[in-house]
């Protein structure tokens, strides 16, 4: 058997008479899936469910050598077991997520992604980020539509309750598995308040970021990964549109590459100083990006939430954005929407935020509003919630 590391915080000092509750927690997603909503959430929200549980013990399996957004010594109630199952992901899957929640006594093993084990030995709480692969699935590899079908269909096999991050999501995922709406918890995700804000930016730092990535001001600004789904093939074609009207507005696609880009970037290319992409950016550069834009753009044909909109607004500007699967209900009415299918529709939606200062007002203190009700803290609430009501049935 291969052998572990274990970590365990020297202030936890558990009677076993009365042993507390122990929920694990498969962090091998961390490793993963960096720089991804998945990765964002579980770091996140764990935290929260750490500092608001605190009569339970938790267990962090998690691959060695990974650095988290937060120090889990700050919690006694933490201990972090780096298991050399996870030396291959095959192995953990196939052998040591089942086995290390019997050898650590686990009641319940919370798993941020869809990815149940072959045997389940405890309670089990999964979270679903979307069913994209079954509906769209054209915008995904072969391969990866093939397992995470295969995965998912474990998932809503072997959970005692799944988590989402929309009412959209559930409402397609319990359509898809014929799934009960009671086994799974709407919880959203929330954003991050000391980065998102609307507080200004010295101009100096704006105008060195700015020229950092080659932009300059007005713009429209996307931001998230640089794949086929994210509709941007007719986002470019939009912008053609737009600049008959307004010559000077640039559009700036912010984002690491994803797949299926091609196009995308042969529409670009040829487009120096009006369209720009800028690669990956800095996190502590994503405000300042976000705090200059005309406004925010997302015309994806499908998200499961949309971070980015919570986001754009939480910094004071207006969105614009897709009527298609979970954006209408992120972005309720402090957002204007557009048929993603339509690029001369695009054009005037955005042209019209753009050039209406009264409609800027509205939407910049509407969307402020909205992003208020996305705080990692009320959405930790509801998480809390969900494990106690899984917990209470072990």
Not at 37 to 56: H, K, T
Not at 81 to 109: F, H, N, T, Y
Not at 181 to 189: A, G, H, K, N, P
Request: glycine content about 6%; some cysteine.
């Amino acid at each position: 058997m291969p052998e572990t590391i274990v970590q365990r915080n020297t202030a936890i000092a558990p009677a076993r008479a009365a042993r507390r509750r122990r929920i694990g927690v498969d962090l091998l997603v961390l490793s993963q899936f960096t720089d991804t909503g998945m990765v964002i959430y579980a770091e996140e929200i764990l935290p929260r469910l750490f500092q608001s549980m605190p009569d339970c013990e938790w267990v962090l399996f998690m691959k060695e050598p990974f650095k988290l957004r937060f120090d889990p010594a700050r919690f006694p109630n933490v201990t972090i077991k780096s298991s050399r199952w996870m030396a291959s992901s095959w192995a953990w899957k196939l052998a040591g997520v089942i086995l290390e929640p019997i050898i650590e006594q686990i009641d319940l093993l919370f798993i941020p992604v869809s990815r149940a084990p072959l045997l389940k030995t405890c309670k089990l709480i999964i979270f679903v980020h979307d069913v994209g692969f079954l509906t769209m699935p054209e915008y995904l590899k072969a391969g990866t539509v093939r397992k995470t079908k295969a995965a998912m269909r474990q998932s809503e096999r072997k959970a005692d309750l799944l988590l989402t991050n929309s009412v959209f999501t559930r409402r397609e995922f319990c359509q898809e598995y014929k799934t009960p709406e009671s086994r799974m918890d709407v919880t959203y995700l929330g954003f991050d308040e000391k980065l998102f804000h609307p507080r200004p930016v010295p101009d100096a730092v704006r105008d060195e970021v700015l020229e950092h990535y080659g932009i300059r001001k007005p713009y429209v600004l996307y931001l998230g990964v640089i794949q086929g789904r994210k509709n941007l093939v007719r986002l470019i074609q939009a912008q053609q549109i737009w600049r008959q009207h307004h010559p000077e507005l640039q559009l700036v696609l912010a984002g690491k590459k994803g797949w299926n880009c091609e196009e995308i970037y042969a529409l670009a290319d040829p487009l120096p100083g009006e369209v720009v992409l800028t690669g990956r950016i800095e996190a502590e550069h994503l405000q300042i990006l976000y705090k200059n834009a005309e406004c925010y753009v997302l015309p994806s044909l499908y998200e499961g939430f949309g971070m980015p909109v919570i986001e754009a607004m939480a910094c004071g500007v207006p969105a614009a954005i897709s009527n298609r699967s979970s954006l209408p209900e992120v972005g309720a009415d402090a957002a204007v929407y557009f048929n993603p299918e339509d690029p001369p529709e695009m054009a005037e939606t955005i042209l019209k935020v753009v050039q209406s200062p009264d409609l800027r007002r509205r939407m910049i203190a509407a969307g402020l509003e909205r992003a208020s009700e996305f705080t990692w803290t009320r959405i930790g609430e509801n998480t809390v919630r969900a494990f106690r009501k899984v917990l209470a049935g072990a």
